[in-house]
């Protein structure tokens, strides 16, 4: 079982930067991967991100592709999502996520077995 504590989300203004944390509770296994969804308002979670432990590929959303990155903290047990140039459509309740088998590039939700309690983050215009 692991504990994921997302932390970092807040109120930014549209072009600004924010950093979200995602701690586990425990050394995260080297094949696992670690994921950002997010969910706006009246909308479906939808896949923003991923890593994997091991080898650190990663994966984006084409909506935040070139905004967003996914560093990792081995050290630390801690993913992180780095996000600039926000924008409106940013705003949203961010989970983080964990899966099992490596699969960082699974868009599909259904595949994470582990989730945070989310972080709001809001983005003025």
């Known amino acids: 079982q692991v504990q994921l504590e997302e932390s970092g989300g807040g109120l930014v203004q549209a072009g600004g930067s924010l950093r979200l944390s995602c701690a586990a509770s425990?050394?995260?296994?080297?094949?696992?991967?670690m994921a950002w969804f997010r969910q706006p308002p009246g909308k479906e979670r939808e896949f923003v991100s991923a890593?994997?432990?091991?080898?650190?590929?990663?994966y984006y959303a084409d909506s935040v592709k070139g905004r967003f990155t996914i560093p990792r903290d081995k050290a630390k047990n801690t993913v992180y999502l780095q996000m600039t140039s926000l924008n409106p459509e940013d705003t949203a309740v961010y989970y983080c996520?964990?899966?099992?088998?490596?699969?960082?590039?699974?868009?599909?939700?259904?595949?994470?077995?582990?989730w945070g309690q989310g972080t709001q983050v809001t983005v003025s215009s």
């Open positions: 996520a964990a899966e099992p088998n490596g699969r960082y590039d699974s868009t599909n939700y259904r595949s994470y077995d582990f």
């Open positions: 425990r050394r995260t296994s080297s094949d696992y991967a």
């Open positions: 890593i994997s432990w091991r080898f650190c590929n990663t």
